[in-house]
């Protein structure tokens, strides 16, 4: 149990789309929990089970990979190298859960069947997770799409209308100037210092937005990552707006309409 506790608990880190929690954090408890209450079921051996634990961490990362393997290349290449990091870390961290504890067994029938509940809940939250990506990652994702055309469409209008502001100062798009035409989803502090010039992250999706001197605009939306964040494109300039599919010319990024 300790060994397919410590196996299965790694998956939902390495699923892809994933959930983005503090999921490393996660499976390292999960490995704590399941050697140390295997540790105090088990007759045959602390070492016996720190063992299962190390090979169950070893035996979930191949199999979790073999089963998602990354479609990134360069993400592909380096799993092996993130197999190895998951079992040295899981090995002092195995080792202090079986060994940390004082000599002790449950042999109260009461206090067994909970230690048994405990340990059968660390072995089932992996294959749960799991189970429950798919249609979370499709939540987030709608949500993420949703906000996005919010926040696009009211920044354009906010930009537009700066642009038509008596005494516009050319090629300024400040934050502090937007906001005060901005009525859609907020951004962060930090997205209205940065947001003239840079790409700003919200909910998945990265907005940039420059300003010439010759009071020309272009405003760009697209998810921050291909899987798990969004599926929409937008871009705006001062002579067309809407949905979008952006192609690359080269260095330069040209927005071609579409019709969705």
């Not at 789309?17 to 929990?33: E, K």
């Not at 516009?168 to 997205?191: D, K, M």
């Not at 999706?205 to 964040?229: H, I, M």
């Amino acid at each position: 149990m300790a060994g397919i506790g410590s196996a299965t608990c790694w998956w939902p880190v390495i699923i892809e789309p994933n959930l983005d929690w503090p999921l490393w954090w996660l499976a390292l408890s999960l490995v704590a929990f399941a050697t140390g209450l295997a540790t105090l079921l088990s007759d045959i051996g602390r070492p016996a089970v720190v063992s299962a634990s190390i090979v169950g961490t070893l035996v979930g990362q191949c199999v979790g990979f073999w089963i998602w393997r990354p479609s990134d290349a360069i993400t592909a290449s380096f799993v092996p190298f993130a197999a190895a990091a998951a079992v040295l870390v899981a090995v002092p961290v195995a080792f202090v859960a079986g060994f940390a504890l004082p000599s002790l067994t449950v042999s109260d029938p009461k206090r067994r069947r909970a230690v048994w509940t405990a340990l059968l809940c660390c072995v089932a939250f992996g294959p749960m997770v799991v189970l429950m990506t798919p249609p979370l990652v499709a939540y987030r994702v709608a949500r993420n799409d949703q906000l996005a055309a919010q926040r696009f469409h009211s920044l354009n209008n906010a930009v537009q209308q700066l642009l038509a502001e008596p005494g516009y100062l050319a090629g300024n798009c400040e934050g502090s100037a937007l906001r005060r035409h901005y009525a859609g989803p907020s951004f962060s502090e930090s997205s209205w210092r940065y947001i003239s010039g840079n790409a700003v992250r919200e909910n998945g999706y990265s907005f940039v937005l420059s300003c010439a001197q010759s009071g020309q605009y272009r405003l760009n939306a697209s998810p921050t990552r291909e899987k798990g964040d969004g599926t929409r494109q937008f871009c705006a300039d001062q002579s067309w707006t809407g949905t979008c599919s952006i192609k690359r010319n080269q260095s330069q990024c040209a927005c071609m309409p579409s019709m969705q």
